[in-house]
């Protein structure tokens, strides 16, 4: 991860952050996309990561994603409010874990397909779902 830790430049060109790591302000052309903006500068900053197998075979070895500075960005068009009301759902059913049904302040990873809870708990072969009798990670925080 750190060796796409760039954030002069001097490496990459352009300042350059590893996946996730992108400083506030900074966001992707498809993020903007779902805020209703769209970017009038050129990039500022990358993104950078490492390709699936699939693209390192095809000799793309390295993933990256241009990140515009929100201050230089327009609104793409009047989104109306049953559109905003639509992203803001579209936006909180990402944070949603389709195994146990509740809501984290980060997206749930696609490739997993669940919370980070659920895949430690599923590493560990214990059954994740929403029942509480299955597993309540706040049971004994509140007698400690
Ligand atoms: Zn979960």
Redesign the pocket.
Known sequence: MRRYLDPDGLVHGLPTYPYRYAPDGLYTRSQLREMGLRPIADPVAQVMWDGSARHRRSGEPVRTAALYDITQTLLRDTPSLTRLAQLAIARACRRI?P??D?MWPYVIPAAAG??L??QTLTAAGVP?GSSTDVFDPTAGRAAA
């Open positions: 874990c195994a146990c509740r669940m919370c809870d659920c994740v």
